[in-house]
């Protein structure tokens, strides 16, 4: 049976009183505090301490505190005045103390769950706030890569656009060189004739008047072998010409088959595309082209048909073709979807490459990026976009 502590002191003022407990030992995580206006309970086995207030006190702004062997009340009385008795009068009347009692818990109970509702609203703002504050956080990071790529691209663009004016300007002083040069090479040769033609003292005319026979007047045809280029003779390249021309009018007799002259079977563009990939693994890129174009003629929604003569393209070193193909086969392979993703990251790598072989290394990464993001586990893509990377840097630097 629990011992009642009687041995207890307190103190009072008009505004406060002050309740001293022992704890007779106990250790201070064995004590158990209820409290009320007016009503305080002190259980720490085997004791318990209790008291049913003489006045009413303001239980909120009060404070117990448990240390030294010993709770110490501290309460504010809610009327200023000096009670002279620690109890109530009516601390023998069993209702009374049963009512005060069921009170007493009924406060603390409604009390710890208005505690617990108030800390779990906080919780939730502070989880809230803490969300908000990382999201914000991320959105400016994002924000700050995506501002600094933009930065980079459109430097990387500016250089490459001085580049190719220096490149034109390079050209356009050589060619400038090389008309100098003629000029100056056909200036020595009208000068050295015309110290000839001092050097011999007479012309035709002169001997003429001294009685020798002049030549009899004629008409002589001059015929000229047609040129396809409008160019001089003196600034043409007549190899690449040539070789130019070979390729265009291949590439028109590639192009210029009648379908009478195919049968129904060459005229299936699953069939020709079959036969263009044997084509292309043969090494026959031509004939690929052929097939793969011939095929196009009869179906050109086929994205395939496309993007594996875009591969002929960049055997063949035709990388503007490659990059023309590949941007085809990337409109009719929207929208993107899961079952067309490996087609559309063939494609991206293709144009990416043509665009890297063109010294495009900006749109060619964009390319290569857009693929990682299909095939993010493609680790000769992810090294070969790295090194991009590096370029675009390295000539940024520079």
Known sequence: MPLAVRDYTWEETEKMLFLTVPLKGVKANKVDILSSEDYIKVSYP???????????????????????????????????????????????????????????????????????????????????????????????????????????????????????????????LE?????????????????????????????????????????????????????????????????????????????????????????EEEKDPIYLRDKGVSFFKSGNYPAAVNAFTTALRFNPKMPSLYSNRAACHLKTRNFFKCIEDCSKAMDLLSPPVPQNADSRCKALIRRGTAFCELEMYVEGLQDYEAALKIDPNNKQVREDAEKMRKIIQSSSES
């Not at 430097?155 to 490459?160: D, F, P, T, Y």
């Not at 090389?178 to 009208?190: G, N, S, V």
């Not at 003292?201 to 009899?216: L, M, Q, V």
């Open 46 to 172: 085997p004791y318990f301490f209790e008291c049913f207030l003489h006045e009413s006190v303001d239980d909120i702004s009060s404070t117990a505190q448990i240390g030294n062997g010993a709770v110490v009340f501290k309460l504010l009385k809610k009327e200023t005045q000096l009670w002279n008795e620690l109890h109530h009068d009516r601390s023998d009347d069993k209702e009374f103390t049963k009512q005060k009692r069921d009170e007493a818990i009924t406060r603390n109970q409604e009390r710890a769950e208005l505690s617990a509702k108030e800390k779990a609203e906080k919780k939730q703002e502070r989880e809230k706030y803490a969300m908000n504050e990382m999201m914000r956080l991320e959105q400016e990071e994002r924000d700050r890569i995506a501002n600094i790529k933009e930065s980079e691209k459109r430097k990387a663009m500016e250089e490459l656009e001085i580049w190719k004016e220096q490149q034109r300007e390079a050209a356009e």
């Open 175 to 263: 060619k400038n060189r090389i008309l100098e040069e003629e000029r100056a090479k056909e200036t020595a040769l009208k000068e050295e004739m015309r110290k000839e033609k001092k050097r011999r003292g007479k012309n035709i005319f002169e001997e003429a008047s001294n009685g020798i026979p002049t030549r009899d007047v004629g008409r002589i045809e001059i015929k000229f072998t047609p040129r396809v280029f409008p160019t001089p003779v003196r600034e043409s390249q007549t190899h690449l010409e040539e070789e130019w021309l070979k390729k265009q009018a291949e590439a028109r007799r590639i192009t210029e088959i009648e379908d009478k002259d195919l049968t």
